[in-house]
């Protein structure tokens, strides 16, 4: 008999537009452990036009409703960051399984409160750091830690998105322009990379950083409205590692041309370089295909490296798209939550990353180094 299928309610699952629809809903319909039984938006007819497009047999614009609905076994919440704490303590509340997307909140408190609640709940709770699926990241976190590369000694990262590119931003971007809703670059971009340089090499010790608002000006691509910036948008971190390796990192937004990722990571032994493909380089090093280059003791000229098939769980989404990462984080979460386990990152490890985004923040205000909490 086939186990039964881990029924899921989308909070933010708007049709046709958003993160939900391009990545959550392709990801959930190339995994035959789950169904969409349940979405959730503000409004009823985007409800109802959202389930009739994703096949779910409810639709709510409640999202207490959708939480405590007994054809619901797991709560996604895709919206803005600033409202994820309230969402996010309704799912709790009504018992069930939570996936929130990166970041977990606004601030470290509520992340905090957060976490603390998911643990009182007794349910299983997981943060969007979907890097860390990506085959190529899976592959380099083996050889990192088998030993390929010898004493690891440091890591280098550039990551440049397009976003607010041309001076022009999307509407649904422009409120991450805004520090207080805590969905800037350093949040975003800078929470996704170094959450999968810290799953490749260990944590974070002490960083020494700076940040920087580059753009403080966009126009809204649709309205031609002007938005004026408070959030960074470029972040640059000198940093080491517990295990005493170094980091240099420059990420950023608004890069016009040349929008990439490199995280480079030398040993004594040989070199990795994880590398963005043209599909997700301009949205950073969680979406879209990776590539893996190498070297070994014998022959120091780059190759790249074949990734093992073991590292692909999912097989009904292209590698390439958007949601592939999402998907494999998904199929991971099935596993944890049919046998118990809990695998993928969870509201700890968020709080983790929110912690170490604060201390960065406060290296820049004060211009001293600062110890990771």
């Excluded at 169904?35 to 409800?47: L, N, W």
């Amino acid at each position: 008999m086939e186990p039964k299928k881990i029924r899921v309610g989308i909070i933010g699952a708007s049709p046709g537009r958003g993160w939900a629809a391009r990545a959550h809903v392709p990801a959930l319909a190339a995994l035959p452990e789950y169904e969409i039984t349940a979405v959730g938006t503000s409004r009823p007819e985007s409800a109802s036009a959202a389930a009739r497009q994703f096949g779910a047999a409810q639709a709510f614009t409640d999202a207490r409703q959708l939480a405590e609905h007994p054809e619901v076994d797991l709560v996604v919440i895709t919206v803005k960051v600033p409202a994820h704490a309230e969402l996010v303590e309704a799912a709790l509340a009504a018992g069930k399984h939570v996936y929130c997307e990166w970041p977990l909140a606004r601030t470290t408190d509520e992340a905090d409160t957060l976490t603390k609640s998911a643990r009182s709940a007794g349910v299983h709770h997981a943060i969007g750091l979907q890097a860390r699926y990506a085959p190529a990241i899976a592959y380099a976190r083996e050889l990192v830690t088998g030993g390929h590369l010898g004493r690891v000694t440091s890591a280098t990262v550039y990551a440049a998105r397009g976003k607010g590119a041309e001076g022009r931003i999307p509407a649904w971007a422009a409120y991450t322009l805004d520090r207080d809703t805590g969905a800037g670059t350093l949040e975003v971009a800078g929470g996704h990379t170094l959450d999968a340089l810290q799953h490749l090499l260990g944590s974070i010790s002490d960083v020494s950083a700076t940040l920087s608002l580059q753009h403080p000006v966009s126009t809204v691509a649709e309205t031609g409205e002007v938005v004026e910036a408070t959030s960074p948008d470029h972040l640059l971190l000198n940093a080491t590692l517990v295990s005493g390796a170094v980091v240099s990192a420059h990420i950023h937004d608004a890069k016009k041309t040349d929008a990439r990722t490199r995280l480079e990571i030398s040993g004594t032994k040989a070199d990795l370089a994880i590398v963005s493909t043209a599909a997700g380089g301009p949205a950073g090093i969680q979406i879209g295909e990776l590539r893996l280059l190498g070297t070994d003791a014998s022959d120091a000229t780059w190759r790249e490296l074949s990734i093992p098939s073991r590292y692909r769980w999912t097989s009904g989404i292209d590698p390439a798209a958007q949601g592939f990462n999402v998907a494999q984080m998904y199929a991971r979460l099935a596993l944890d939550l049919r046998t118990g386990s809990r695998v993928v990152p969870d509201f700890d490890a968020g709080l983790r990353l929110h912690r170490l985004l604060d201390a960065i923040r406060l290296s820049a205000e004060t211009g001293t180094r600062q110890s990771v909490g």
